[in-house]
């Protein structure tokens, strides 16, 4: 997908609203549990009843390879899904690689070609040559960890090198790096505080925003800092919206939560431009 359908995408559906596809068998409801493959039946249902809210979907890679060989085989069948029935929604392999770069190659390879994710997120510590692998793909999109919605972020990310915190290092350097308009960063809803600096240095670049529904982030607080004309964000939520019943109604309750948040990012958006 490129940027241009994207950015359309969020136009038609006046929706930023990202699902997050963490499959956790505890917490499905029981009665899926005799399909072959509970996890794609799940995540089958959660995508159609939430499809005509949300502009991206985002299997975080965890929740797959936790179960195996049939844990990346519901990987599998959930990504050909999204790209057969509802090829306008973006996809992100929430994987966090980064390697050698002759590592980092392969990764690009399992999540771009072979699976045929639009993107993958990426840990920057160790350096360019570690992310240039995933940039050199025409039409994906890298989506580089910058300030992360865990507490944890204040150990490294916030820490200063020279008077400058290491995040924003992260930020300017990677924006210097051939095909850098193939990146997107990651950054917390709930760090929305740092949205207007960060716009600062990255005014233009896609945001992955994680963080609101279970972790406590907010929609407007993300919009209002970190919103560009066309948007720029796409905003996660995956508990709050997978988990919102665990009863035979849950797809209608995952709808339900996804609409919410639609309607509340729609009001940012018909402001915008
Ligand atoms: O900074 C980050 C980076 C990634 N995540 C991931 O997003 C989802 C959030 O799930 P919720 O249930 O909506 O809290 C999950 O896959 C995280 O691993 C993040 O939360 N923060």
Redesign the pocket.
């Known amino acids: 997908m490129t940027l241009e359908q994207l950015v359309e995408q969020i136009k038609i559906k006046k929706a930023v609203l990202c699902v997050?596809l963490?499959t956790d068998l505890d917490k499905i409801p029981r009665h899926l549990l005799e399909d072959e493959d509970p996890i794609f039946a799940f995540n089958k249902a959660i995508i159609d009843a939430t499809h005509q809210y949300a502009v991206a979907y985002k299997p975080?890679t965890a929740f797959y390879e936790a179960y195996g060989l049939k844990g990346w085989e519901s990987l599998e069948k959930t990504i050909n899904y999204l790209n057969s029935e509802y090829p306008e929604c973006f996809t992100i392999a929430?994987a966090k690689r980064g390697d050698i770069g002759n590592t980092s190659s392969r990764y690009a390879r399992a999540f771009f070609e072979d699976l045929g994710f639009d993107s993958v997120t990426v840990a920057p510590y160790m350096g360019k040559d570690s992310v240039e692998p995933f940039l050199a793909f025409a039409e994906k999109f890298t989506i580089m960890?910058a300030l992360?919605?865990?507490p944890g972020a204040f150990d490294f990310q916030t820490q200063k090198i020279e008077a400058e915190e290491l995040y924003k290092r992260v930020l300017k350097i990677s924006k210097t790096w051939e095909h850098s308009e193939r990146l997107m960063y990651?950054v917390?809803a709930t760090k929305a505080e740092y949205l207007a600096e960060i716009r600062q240095i990255i005014p233009e670049a896609f945001l992955l925003v994680?963080?609101v529904?279970?972790?406590g982030g907010s929609v407007d607080e993300v919009f209002k800092y970190g919103a560009t004309p066309d948007a720029g964000l796409l905003i996660?939520?995956?508990?709050?919206i997978l988990y919102a019943s665990n009863q035979k109604d849950f797809a209608e309750a995952a709808a339900a939560e996804a609409q919410k948040l639609q309607s509340q990012m729609a009001a940012h958006i018909e402001k915008l431009g």
């Open positions: 997050g963490d975080n929430d960890l992360t919605s865990n990651v917390g994680p963080g529904g279970a972790q996660n939520s995956s508990r709050g």
